[in-house]
């Protein structure tokens, strides 16, 4: 299965060489770096560098991406910030062959600090195997930085889209028209970053709010409505320690 990695920029991409030397170490057939004018360009044969304007988020840099990919089967995703353990690309392709049912395969999160060392932090690790779209309503415990998509199921959902800007990814998932596969071998080194755009408390719990409604024919009335419920919660939250920080 031919493979194209897509790896998109935002701001001054401090840890990019690391990014690319993981990548290209897993001999990926294409790899696309979006980039939004705010590094000095790559000199690598291996690596082609399209332009986007710096609207849009994640989602819109993305889509620039995958315009510019040839021919490939299978998109895998990585962050700027973010580093691929050995092997995990393979594990990814390699579970997507061997159930020709999934739409995409996920691995796992080690989160680092800025100093690349562990946090401490835990995700929620999905058992492996398959996965229906509607089991990631609640929570989204997939890394984007290790995720892997065939194209035709990405066209079929979509595509990369960006209705709220935060929580685009999580959106993509619950859009998949078929189940994921989590690969427990596939992991990434996932940079906790104190500026990004999960950081700001107060949109993230308006993009989530936004999204339960947005897919809440995906699960039983009762589970929409308290995941909608836990969302204002947060948002009422979050805007009161913004009223008490003024």
Do not use: K
């Amino acid at each position: 299965m031919r493979t194209g990695v897509l790896i998109s920029i935002r701001g001054f991409p401090r840890y990019l060489e690391q990014t690319l030397d993981a990548v290209l170490a897993q001999e990926p057939d294409e790899v696309v770096v979006v980039d939004d004018g705010s590094f000095e360009p790559i000199h690598s044969d291996r690596v082609r560098v399209v332009r986007r304007d710096v609207t849009g988020g994640p989602a819109a840099a993305r889509a620039t991406g995958l315009a510019a990919l040839g021919h490939v089967d299978v998109v895998a995703l990585c962050d700027a910030d973010d580093t691929w353990e050995p092997g995990s690309l393979a594990s990814l392709v390699a579970g997507l062959e061997a159930e020709p049912s999934a739409v995409a395969a996920f691995g796992r999160a080690l989160v680092v600090g800025a100093d690349d060392r562990t946090t401490g932090e835990r995700w929620h690790e999905p058992a492996p195997g398959l996965h229906e779209p509607a089991a990631f309503f609640a929570h989204n415990p997939i890394p984007t930085s290790c995720t892997a998509l065939r194209r035709g199921a990405l066209t079929e959902a979509g595509g990369f889209v960006a209705p709220d800007l935060v929580a685009e990814d999580w959106d993509l998932w619950l859009r998949l028209r078929g189940p994921l596969l989590c690969v427990a071998d596939a992991r990434v080194r996932y940079r906790r970053n104190p500026d990004g755009l999960t950081a700001d408390v107060e949109r993230l719990a308006r993009a989530q709010l936004a999204l339960h409604q947005r897919h809440a024919g995906l699960v039983r009335e009762a589970q929409a409505r308290a995941a909608q419920d836990q969302d204002r919660r947060a948002l009422r939250r979050a805007r009161a320690r913004r009223a008490l920080s003024l």
